[in-house]
């Protein structure tokens, strides 16, 4: 490289839409890809926190808008997906990152590694609220960009699942089935659109230290749990996870299809 050229960056030219871009993993995904060269796409349901991550990308020299979107909605999908295709001319990269944990305060109990209310008492209510957001959610972005990504060519889409994908535990059923649900709805989209290049794969974080584990690792008997489970010795940081992202997003993974990637600090290999 001559002195002075500048280095082109691993996602480079790509067009990005990261939902649940207002926190955490999404929003450091979002700075991460958009640092890498890609205009990002910002969505979420916190518009005043989605629109400070956007400022702060541009502030940093990178491309991005901020979109009100709310991924349970197949409408506000079609509709964010044609402006997103209009505006930019393709589409080559989705981060479905929005998810809620379902968690009630009040049960915040520790009965094994994880926190969270028991079967018995989950509600069927919230148990559709979590079902809907986090893997409804999923499969509506991903059906969204098939059409826009087989015109671009191909692409890549990045479902962000869990450990409770994998393994079970004292955390709500719900959240288990959600992420159970993305895991196994990753490799099966993988496959049928596998023909349009479009690969499609499921990241599966242990426990990162961001607003949604902030009220269980508060608890000092809940973190020391957590970090006894974690042979790395630490929690996560959202930039562990959005380095994921980043390979899978990039065409550094363009072999890769169908796969789980977990970073876990060692956790689920015990
Ligand atoms: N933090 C962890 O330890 C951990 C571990 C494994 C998996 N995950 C998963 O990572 C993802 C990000 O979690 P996080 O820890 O960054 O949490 P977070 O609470 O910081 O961020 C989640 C974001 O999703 C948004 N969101 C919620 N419902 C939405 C909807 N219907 N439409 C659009 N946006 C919506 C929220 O407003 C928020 O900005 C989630 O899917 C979560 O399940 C997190």
């Given at each position: 490289?001559?002195?002075?050229?500048?280095?082109?960056?691993?996602?480079?030219?790509?067009?990005?839409?990261?939902?649940?871009?207002?926190?955490?993993?999404?929003?450091?995904?979002?700075?991460?890809?958009?640092?890498?060269?890609?205009?990002?796409v910002?969505?979420?349901?916190?518009?005043?926190?989605?629109?400070?991550?956007?400022?702060?990308?541009?502030?940093?020299?990178?491309?991005?808008?901020?979109?009100n979107?709310?991924?349970?909605?197949?409408?506000?999908?079609?509709?964010?997906?044609?402006?997103?295709?209009?505006?930019?001319?393709?589409?080559?990269?989705?981060?479905?990152?929005?998810?809620?944990?379902?968690?009630?305060?009040?049960q915040?109990?520790?009965t094994?590694?994880?926190?969270?209310?028991?079967?018995?008492?989950?509600?069927?209510?919230?148990?559709?609220?979590?079902?809907?957001?986090?893997?409804?959610?999923?499969?509506?972005?991903?059906?969204?960009?098939?059409?826009p990504?087989?015109?671009?060519?191909?692409?890549s889409?990045?479902?962000?699942?869990?450990?409770?994908?994998?393994?079970?535990?004292?955390?709500?059923?719900?959240?288990?089935?959600?992420?159970?649900?993305?895991?196994?709805?990753?490799?099966?989209?993988a496959?049928?659109?596998?023909?349009?290049?479009?690969?499609?794969?499921?990241?599966?974080?242990?426990?990162?230290?961001?607003?949604?584990?902030?009220?269980?690792?508060a608890?000092p008997?809940?973190?020391?749990?957590?970090?006894?489970?974690?042979?790395?010795?630490?929690?996560?940081?959202?930039?562990?996870?959005?380095?994921?992202?980043?390979?899978?997003?990039?065409?550094?993974?363009?072999?890769?299809t169908g796969?789980?990637?977990?970073?876990?600090?060692?956790?689920?290999?015990?």
């Amino acid at each position: 490289m001559e002195a002075g050229k500048q280095v082109p960056g691993r996602v480079q030219g790509k067009v990005a839409i990261v939902t649940g871009g207002a926190s955490g993993i999404g929003a450091e995904t979002a700075k991460v890809l958009a640092a890498e060269g890609a205009a990002v796409v910002v969505c979420d349901v916190n518009d005043a926190l989605g629109q400070v991550i956007v400022y702060e990308i541009k502030a940093a020299g990178g491309t991005a808008v901020y979109r009100n979107l709310d991924v349970a909605s197949e409408a506000q999908w079609a509709a964010l997906v044609a402006e997103t295709e209009e505006a930019y001319g393709r589409l080559g990269i989705l981060t479905n990152i929005a998810g809620i944990s379902g968690r009630d305060p009040a049960q915040n109990i520790q009965t094994g590694l994880t926190a969270g209310g028991l079967l018995e008492d989950q509600t069927l209510e919230k148990w559709n609220q979590i079902m809907e957001v986090n893997a409804t959610g999923t499969f509506l972005g991903t059906k969204a960009v098939i059409a826009p990504m087989r015109r671009a060519g191909g692409g890549s889409v990045i479902n962000i699942s869990s450990i409770c994908g994998i393994v079970g535990s004292f955390a709500n059923v719900a959240y288990h089935a959600s992420k159970g649900a993305v895991r196994i709805f990753s490799k099966a989209a993988a496959i049928q659109h596998a023909p349009d290049r479009i690969r499609v794969n499921s990241i599966h974080p242990g426990f990162v230290d961001t607003p949604m584990t902030q009220p269980g690792h508060a608890n000092p008997e809940v973190a020391k749990q957590r970090m006894d489970a974690t042979p790395l010795g630490r929690f996560g940081t959202p930039n562990d996870i959005a380095m994921g992202c980043l390979y899978l997003a990039s065409d550094e993974a363009s072999w890769v299809t169908g796969s789980e990637l977990v970073i876990d600090g060692g956790m689920t290999a015990n």
